[in-house]
């Protein structure tokens, strides 16, 4: 009996010791993958996020502290399609981390799962800053992200395969929020509204949510608008009489704020990601955007 006792005090001193299992350590490019990732990984992964949301991704820029987490990383996730194209292909190389380079299990573009839109049959530089690959910004897409979100549970559960239906749960209980939070997207009908955009962000939202864009206040992609461009816009508007004018917390808004004055049109200033204006996850970025649009 004494031995039993021995044994076991013994058996508690050892679990006690026994490290937890090792977090999966994520790096994500940009807030709203870091949140999705989040949402399926919880308490079994670790995420640093290299984007703040006050930052516009098309401009970012690699910095070592960048580099330093890219090197302790299991796993880099990114938008993909070009978004990053002017510093991870730097921070990857620079970290000199074997996991995440390209080719590599742990090198994820979460573009692959996109069904993307707007891809150039050709470009020139004439044509102002297009993204060769397609349209980028899938971040308000329901039914693209609902597919990402599938392809990083597969992908957790590779990297650790004992956690996996772990994993799958926590998707499970994702696709069931989705659900229930598009019913409430679709009740706030959007369908034959017209928008003018600043920036081509939400060509995928219109597609999805039947809305019409149709105007630009940047002339072409990354071109600010210049005095006669903006004169003509303000003539077409009077012709289509938009609903708004859309632009985002760091994109467009200077311009659009002009733009609505001379036209009285009302501007919409939207989050374009996760970690502004109350928008803590990618389903609350949704309910911002849908209920500020309606």
């Not at 380079?101 to 470009?123: H, L, M, R, T, Y």
Request: aromatic share 8%.
């Amino acid at each position: 009996m004494k031995m039993k006792k021995y044994l076991f005090a013994v058996l508690i001193v050892l679990l006690a010791a026994t490290p937890a299992l090792a977090q999966v350590k994520v790096v994500a490019t940009l807030p709203f993958i870091g949140s999705l990732a989040k949402e399926i990984g919880k308490d079994r992964i670790d995420v640093v996020t290299l984007i703040k949301p006050s930052q516009d991704p098309h401009f970012a820029e690699a910095k070592p502290s960048m580099i330093l987490a890219a090197r302790k990383a299991d796993i880099i996730m990114y938008n993909g399609l070009d978004l990053e194209i002017g510093y991870l292909p730097r921070i990857i190389e620079s970290s000199s981390n074997p996991k995440i380079q390209p080719g590599k299990i742990g090198n994820f573009d979460c573009s692959q799962f996109v069904s993307v839109i707007e891809k150039p049959v050709a470009i020139d530089r004439s044509m102002g800053d297009v993204h060769p690959l397609g349209n980028p910004h899938y971040v308000f897409s329901p039914a693209n992200i609902l597919k990402v979100a599938e392809g990083m549970t597969g992908i957790l559960s590779e990297l650790d395969p004992a956690n996996a239906a772990y994993f799958k749960g926590n998707m499970q209980a994702f696709r069931a929020r989705f659900i229930e939070k598009e019913k409430q997207w679709r009740q706030m009908s959007l369908r034959g509204k017209k928008f003018i955009a600043y920036h081509k962000l939400f060509e995928y939202l219109a597609r999805e949510f039947g809305f019409q864009i149709v105007g630009y206040v940047e002339p072409k992609p990354g071109i600010p608008p210049s005095a006669g461009y903006l004169a003509e816009l303000v003539e077409s508007m009077k012709r289509s009489r938009p609903d708004a004018i859309l632009a985002s917390e760091v994109n467009g808004e200077r311009e659009s704020e002009a733009l609505g004055q001379k036209t009285g049109t009302r501007v919409v200033i939207l989050p374009h990601d996760v970690g502004n204006a109350g928008v803590k996850d990618w389903f609350s970025l949704m309910d911002k955007v849908v209920e500020s649009l309606k």
